[in-house]
């Protein structure tokens, strides 16, 4: 099976930093997405790391080390838009079915 | 147009009852899924089918069935609606081979 982990809450201000991490556990492992979505909307792809290293498009950027079972999602240049819950989600296969994490909700104050 | 679309968006239903949410895409995907959310818990796989005659059952299957009517449907049932059903449904499709999962709007179900 797949256990994944982040954290439930990060709050920051706008121009701000964030750094969502997931650490996972799982039979197998094909690849690490991240999706976001806005309450009650519909989740977003956004990023996805099959090899270790930085991903970057625009403004977030996705890290993935395969041998730490870990990965992080960061957020730069916080705008008020960016407030949402972020998902990390792992493969297991090179199906692409996904298992995905509880969420992390990201507040963006003022 | 939106490319996957959900019937209905809002649902109010009473236990035993049996209904069926609806899953329609104009993306050209063969591969479709359906996922409940509930708060704190994220997203989970309820069934998928990677073709119209691939039926396949995800973590939580117990207490829903689905159908593959076309490439570009698949229904979700429940064959008898209870309580701790109540929860925002998903529908998605990918492309074979591709990361990218594409979801519809939602269905918000409450079983009374």
């Known amino acids: 099976g797949q256990s994944l982990e982040q954290p439930s809450e990060v709050t920051a201000v706008e121009g701000a930093i964030v750094q969502i991490n997931c650490t996972y556990q799982t039979s197998g492992f094909y690849g690490l997405s991240w999706y976001q979505q806005h309450d009650g909307g519909a989740p977003t792809f956004l990023s996805y790391?099959?090899?270790?290293g930085l991903e970057e498009t625009g403004r977030f950027s996705s890290f993935l080390s395969r041998s730490d079972s870990y990965g992080y999602l960061l957020l730069q240049e916080l705008q008020m838009k960016d407030s949402a819950s972020y998902f990390c989600?792992?493969?297991?296969?090179?199906?692409?079915?996904?298992?995905f994490g509880a969420g992390t909700t990201v507040t963006v104050r003022a | 147009d939106a490319d996957v679309t959900q019937t209905p968006r809002n649902r109010i239903t009473k236990t035993g009852k049996r209904i069926m949410l609806e899953c329609s895409q104009t993306?050209?995907?063969?591969?479709m899924y359906w996922y409940r959310q509930d708060p704190g818990l994220g997203l989970r796989l309820i069934y998928y089918s990677f073709d119209v005659k691939d039926i396949n059952k995800g973590e939580i299957s117990d207490g829903y069935s689905v159908s593959r009517q076309a490439q570009a449907k698949f229904s979700l049932s429940l064959e008898s609606a209870i309580p701790n059903q109540t929860a925002l449904y998903f529908c998605?499709?990918?492309?074979?081979?591709?990361?990218?999962?594409?979801f519809g709007p939602g269905t918000r179900l409450l079983v009374l």
């Open positions: 790391n099959a090899l270790d």
């Open positions: 998605a499709t990918s492309d074979p081979y591709q990361e990218t999962q594409y």
């Open positions: 993306k050209g995907h063969d591969r």
């Open positions: 989600a792992v493969s297991g296969s090179n199906d692409y079915k996904l298992s």
